[in-house]
């Protein structure tokens, strides 16, 4: 079982719409939650940056951890064109070796 | 602050020549990250630093694989000799402290033919 798994879509959405992206996770042992946003051809960049369970909300953002059910969701309201990219999970440990664990990623494609 | 800058942007190779791929981290930054991404395998990390000094080269996929970092504001991957397995987007990041947000670089296309 692999560390991480992400359902690589595509996901294809219409403007305004409620995305929903997650991410199941084997190892108890993260306790570091993020999301990455990864435009066409450019590299990641940090979007939502969450420790421990429960809820993060930054504008139409919002990311969700349930630990109990090694799960970690990432919420996208009103989407936007500009919004479309490939979306990353990355989970840490915290403890020992500092690496991150990388999802491979939903490429979404919200449409005007 | 210009970013984490990695040269060149596109290289393609044929099997069996070295290939160096560079990295200018944010000024200031004490840890510098390799990662390969590619369809099959996602992102993985290669290797890090901190301070100049290889923390973790355990992604390293094999021995024609190597990285340094002489200063603080320079790094190197090199692949001797590449194969065609190794096509990828490579790509370096930096933070600033241990728990803080990586900063990635816009990647170095490599195709081996």
């Known amino acids: 079982q692999k560390e991480v798994e992400q359902d690589p879509g595509p996901l294809s959405v219409p403007e305004g719409a409620i995305v929903s992206l997650n991410c199941t996770y084997s190892?108890?042992?993260?306790?570091?939650f993020m999301w990455y946003r990864q435009y066409s051809r450019k590299g990641p960049e940090l979007l939502m940056y969450?420790?421990?369970?429960g809820n993060k909300e930054d504008g139409r953002f919002t990311a969700q951890v349930d630990k109990s059910s090694k799960y970690i969701s990432l919420f996208i309201r009103d989407s936007q064109p500009s919004d479309s990219a490939t979306y990353l999970c990355?989970?840490?440990?915290?403890?020992?070796?500092?690496?991150?664990?990388f999802g491979k990623g939903t490429k979404l494609s919200v449409i005007p | 602050d210009a970013g984490v800058i990695q040269s060149p942007r596109h290289e393609v190779t044929e099997m069996g020549q070295e290939v160096t791929l560079r990295c200018k981290p944010i000024?200031?930054?004490?840890?510098l990250f390799w990662y390969r991404q590619t369809m099959m395998r996602g992102l993985e990390l290669l290797i890090y630093?901190?301070?100049?000094?290889?923390?973790?080269d355990s992604g390293m996929p094999e021995d024609r694989f190597s990285a340094k970092m002489p200063n603080a504001s320079f790094s190197t991957l090199k692949i001797q000799p590449s194969e065609p397995r190794d096509s990828a987007v490579y790509f370096c990041?930096?933070?600033?402290?241990?728990?803080?947000?990586?900063?990635f670089g816009p990647g170095t296309r490599l195709l081996v033919l």
């Open positions: 990355a989970l840490d440990s915290g403890a020992g070796s500092y690496q991150l664990t």
């Open positions: 990041a930096s933070s600033l402290n241990r728990g803080q947000t990586q900063y």
């Open positions: 630093f901190n301070n100049n000094v290889p923390i973790d």
């Open positions: 190892n108890s042992a993260f306790q570091y």
């Open positions: 969450t420790y421990s369970s």
């Open positions: 000024s200031g930054h004490d840890y």
